[in-house]
């Protein structure tokens, strides 16, 4: 399976102007650790569900190479354990302290992957659905897709002030709660992409149509 390294290292997490649950910007260290560099397919998907996995997602976007989505938090984390049974690997989701340091690519202070500005043609992109995983510029990382096409599933609790007292080392977010973190963009909000900053957050229960999720790979 290809995972991109993200290696150790700080980086300013949140937003002092954003909105109140990116703040206060605050530094955080986060331990090496891989990242899939794209969103789960269907293809992907449908192997664990051949295996046993479970029911299909209620979803009618089928292209193999369309990210999975109406998946829940716990079909995400099924999927990831049945990962790890398989390949005997660290696999899971990310944490919304590793994602976002894998979103901003190793540069400091950008609204965006990419830069400060929204791209032009994203006005026009994702009209009815979203798009095969890979389409558009990797960022620094090697990564496709973040903060766009599909909203992410974290493995954090959500909580909207929990910047406010987080650890500075590896924060996992509260012990407890009623939400999970997500993380990126939707095709079916009229703004599609989000900042890297932007947080996000479902009841783990829920399946929607612009939730999928990418896995995270402990470093062995």
Not at 102 to 122: C, K, L, Q, S, T
Request: aromatic content about 12%; some cysteine.
């Amino acid at each position: 399976m290809e995972l991109v390294r993200i290696d150790a290292g700080w980086f300013t997490m949140g937003s002092d102007d954003g909105l109140e649950n990116e703040r206060p910007a605050h530094r955080v260290w986060v331990d090496a650790f891989e990242l899939a560099p794209y969103q789960v397919t269907n293809s992907e998907y449908a192997t664990f569900l051949e295996d046993g996995g479970g029911d299909p997602p209620p979803s009618s976007f089928h292209d193999p190479r369309q990210p999975v989505v109406a998946v829940s938090w716990l079909d995400a984390v099924r999927y990831c354990e049945w990962l790890r049974v398989v390949t005997g690997r660290g696999f899971r989701l990310p944490t919304e302290a590793e994602w976002e340091r894998a979103a901003r690519g190793g540069v400091e202070g950008r609204r965006y992957p990419w830069g400060d500005e929204p791209r032009p043609g994203d006005a026009t992109r994702w009209l009815t659905g979203p798009e095969p995983v890979g389409l558009g510029a990797p960022n620094a990382f090697g990564l496709h897709d973040l903060c766009e096409n599909v909203h992410e599933w974290c493995s954090d609790w959500y909580a909207a002030d929990s910047y406010a007292t987080s650890p500075e080392r590896n924060p996992r977010g509260p012990e407890s709660g009623t939400r999970r973190v997500s993380r990126g963009g939707s095709w079916r909000h009229r703004v599609k992409v989000t900042r890297c900053a932007a947080r996000s957050s479902l009841p783990p229960e829920f399946r929607y149509t612009d939730y999928g999720f990418r896995i995270a790979c402990d470093v062995a």
